[in-house]
């Protein structure tokens, strides 16, 4: 079993920042793709920016510029430092992890609690 624990997320004004956080724990497992999603009420998931297995990270148009995400390998982790925050980047914020459980063929395929991101005017 791997669990993706949150941290970070609040409630800021227009143009403030905010730092969120990713931390994946379990044993024996390997992280492939690992990256943040967000939510609003009555609308689809979307991407916000994913780490690939490849090292390459890719963002959504919305947030490319004023967000960058770091990942950690050694030690599971992800965060998102977001600048410049705009009213409609209010959502929950999901960390997502794609990976595999050593010495079998087992993928996991997890998704963090989410954390509140609130941005006022």
């Known amino acids: 079993q791997v669990q993706l624990v949150e941290s970070g997320g609040g409630s800021v004004q227009a143009g403030g920042s905010l730092r969120l956080s990713c931390a994946a724990s379990?044993?024996?497992?390997?992280?492939?793709?690992m990256g943040w999603y967000r939510q609003v009420p009555g609308k689809e998931r979307e991407l916000v920016a994913l780490?690939?297995?490849?090292?390459?990270?890719n963002y959504a148009n919305f947030v490319r510029g004023r967000f960058t995400m770091t990942r950690d390998n050694a030690k599971n982790t992800l965060t998102l430092q977001m600048n410049s925050l705009k009213v409609e980047d209010t959502a929950t914020y999901y960390c997502?992890?794609?990976?595999?459980?050593?010495?079998?063929?087992?993928?996991?395929?997890?998704w963090g609690q989410g954390t509140l991101v609130t941005v006022s005017e």
């Open positions: 997502y992890a794609y990976g595999v459980f050593h010495a079998t063929t087992r993928t996991f395929q997890n």
């Open positions: 780490s690939a297995s490849s090292g390459s990270t």
């Open positions: 379990g044993r024996m497992f390997s992280i492939g793709d």
